[in-house]
Structure formats: structure tokens, C-alpha cells
């Protein structure tokens, strides 16, 4: 492991260099590998695997949209495509991808064909955490582990063939063979993990439905909304608000924040919107503070948990979910955004 400075803390990762693909083909090289879900990050952790030369198989109902996507992504119905059940039998370890509601739902089919000395596998901590509410209490006789990496699957498979990592963390819940850490870790470098970090399932799970409805996706979607429609109501035009509030920030300062950092992005901005930006931030910050402590409050206390689960297990769950995600499409900054992209010289060279 190697011992990193975060900020003044002293963090021990570890990397691609010093648990090499090698050493977790080597851990795995007599384990199955089941993918249980091929919705969110099921297509990429699985074709990362494949392509990194271990024995992955899916586990997904059959006439679903998901199948035909496995199918389509070189998978064989009856080789190394098959029903959750059947899957699950086959495997030594289970990375288990369905959604939250999903994971619940079908629970008692997994714990039924879990054999001892098997891995049981997630990307995300909900489960396990909120075991009171999900009811998912593995067997005592299997290794329980955690691989979450921090992006989406669709990040996960392009870094990879982009040849770079996505950050992983990575936590053990159960060690019943002994071999658990090792597992774990050989796990994290199959899917294509950059570095992995040490985490508990309470600590990823409540860092991730923050993170999720804070920065993440909840906070920057409204923050956005709330600075076009200020820009709109004065006169400016769509396409003038849009590039100021989104395509500015996605298309070149983000970036810059990614590659060298907040100060770096600062310093490498006009003298004016160093300015701005360095007057603005605390105000922002204390403007948001309260609701980010609410925020927090509602996860730890488990309502995050329970409205998620209460609303995804709802039999027309999805037809209310289309016609949420239809308001956020129908409106008029997105609708912008949509005609923004299509003006981008890579769409345009396309047609």
C-alpha cells in the first residue's frame, strides 16, 4: 500500500502498480465471476473483466432490455448469459448490480444457491447498511466485500478503454475464507480501478447518497436551473444562458479542475473572474450549509433509504419516473443544451 497525503491526512490506497492485473488474475484464476443486473454499472464492470481476461458471466431476466444490451455486448445466452438463478448457482462470486429495490426483491433467490467459501460482492453499501430496512443478511459461512468505484459504469468502461482507472473504495464486511482483502483488491483491479481506498459499508453509502443529491447530481442541477432561469427572466438569451451556466462550466473549467485543481483553475482565469469567483464562494457556502446539513441528517438517519426503497418498489415505478425525468427534459435549459450539443463540431462533421 502507499501511504498518501490527502490534505494533510495521511490515506493508505492502493494502486494498479503495486497490486498488479497479474497478481488479481493470479487471486481469481479459479473463481467465476457473476454479474447479477446489466443496467447501470453491470455493462462495464462486466466487459472490463472480460477484457482483462477473467471468467465473467451475466445473471439477468430473460425479454429484458438488459439481455438483448448483454447480448449485443458479446455475451452468449446458455454459455455466459443466463437467468439470475442460474447464474447464480454457477458462481464463486457474485457482484451483485441490481438496483437497491432490485437487490431486495430478489434476495431470497441469491441467499438460496450462496455456497460456502463464496464471495458476495457489492458496488454500493445500501444494502448491507440498511439491512434493517433491505432485510439482505448474507449467511454467515461466505466473504462479504465491497468494490464501489466513484462514477458511473459508463465512466468506468470509457476510462478503461481510454487506458486510466476510475478510483475505487473498497470495504470488507465479512472475511470468512481468510482471503477476503485479497479478493476484494484483485476485484478492484479487474474492473479497472486506478487505486482503491479503505471504507466501511456505512462510511460509502453515506458519502455516496450525499454526494448524489449534493454536488454530485441533486445541488448542481438545481443551482443550474436556478442560475438560467435568473439569466432568462433579464432579458438574456437561451443560448447565451445556457453557455454560461453549463456549457462553460462542462466543456472547459471542470476540466481544468480535474486536471490541476480549484486554485489552478483560479489562477488561470481573467483577473475578473478571480474576483467574482473568490467573493462569491463563501456566500454560496453559507448559503447552502443548512440544507447540506439537512441533507446529511435525512441519509444517516435512514429516510434517504426508505423513501428510495418505498418509491423504486412501486409497481409503475418506471411510468412515474418517465414522466419526472420528462419535466427536467421539457425544460427550456435543457432543451437549450440539446441544441447546444448538436452545434459542437464533432456532431455537425457526423451528419
Known amino acids: ?19 498488479t492485473l497479474e497478481k488479481a ?5 479459479n473463481e467465476v465471476i457473476t454479474i447479477l443486473g446489466y443496467g447501470v454499472q453491470g455493462p462495464g464492470q462486466a466487459l472490463n473483466m472480460k477484457d482483462n481476461g477473467f471468467d465473467v458471466i451475466i445473471g439477468q431476466r430473460e425479454g429484458t432490455k438488459s439481455w438483448d444490451r448483454a447480448i449485443k455486448d458479446g455475451f452468449v445466452p446458455g454459455k455466459t448469459l443466463f437467468s439470475i438463478e442460474e447464474a447464480t448457482k454457477r458462481a464463486t462470486i457474485i457482484q451483485y448490480l441490481l438496483s437497491d429495490a432490485g437487490q431486495v426483491k ?49 465512466t468506468v468502461r470509457r476510462n478503461f478503454l481510454a487506458g486510466s482507472g476510475i478510483n475505487s473504495s473498497y470495504a470488507i464486511f465479512q472475511d470468512y475464507t481468510g482471503r477476503a482483502k485479497e479478493r476484494t483488491l484483485a476485484l478492484g483491479i479487474a474492473i479497472g480501478s486506478g487505486y482503491l481506498f479503505p471504507t466501511t459499508f456505512e462510511k460509502e453509502v453515506t458519502s455516496d447518497l450525499f454526494g448524489e443529491r449534493g454536488v454530485l447530481m441533486g445541488c448542481l442541477a438545481g443551482v443550474m436551473e436556478a442560475q438560467y432561469s435568473i439569466l432568462r427572466k433579464h432579458g438574456h438569451s437561451p443560448s447565451e444562458a445556457f453557455n ?10 471542470i476540466r481544468l479542475v480535474d486536471e490541476n485543481g480549484m486554485d489552478w483553475m ?11 469567483a473568490l467573493d462569491w464562494a463563501p456566500k454560496f457556502r453559507d448559503a447552502t450549509l443548512p440544507v447540506f446539513e ?3 441528517e435525512s441519509v444517516v438517519s435512514g429516510k434517504e433509504a426508505k423513501r428510495t426503497l418505498e418509491k423504486n418498489s412501486q409497481s ?3 411510468e412515474k419516473l418517465e414522466e419526472e425525468l420528462k419535466v427536467v427534459r421539457d425544460m427550456e435549459l435543457w432543451q437549450a443544451g440539446a441544441a447546444s450539443r448538436s452545434l459542437r463540431p464533432e456532431r455537425r462533421t457526423k451528419k
Not at 488474475?25 to 484464476?29: A, H, N, R
Not at 444457491?113 to 432485510?135: M, R, W
Open 106 to 154: 430478489i434476495w431470497p433467490v441469491i441467499k438460496e444457491h450462496l455456497n460456502e467459501g463464496d464471495v458476495l460482492c457489492f458496488s454500493h453499501g445500501f444494502g448491507i447498511a440498511y439491512k434493517d430496512q433491505t432485510h439482505i443478511i448474507p449467511p454467515d459461512n461466505i466473504d462479504v466485500i465491497l468494490v464501489a468505484p466513484k462514477g458511473s459504469g459508463t
Open 266 to 276: 483560479f489562477a488561470n482565469c481573467s483577473t475578473t473572474a478571480q474576483r467574482g
Open 244 to 253: 454560461e451556466t453549463v456549457e462553460e462550466l462542462t466543456q472547459s473549467l
Open 316 to 318: 409503475d415505478y418506471r
Open 1 to 19: 500500500m502507499a501511504q498518501i497525503n490527502f490534505g494533510g491526512t495521511i490515506e493508505e490506497v492502493t494502486t494498479s502498480e503495486e497490486f
Open 25 to 29: 488474475q493470479e487471486v481469481l484464476k
Open 294 to 296: 439537512e441533507l446529511f
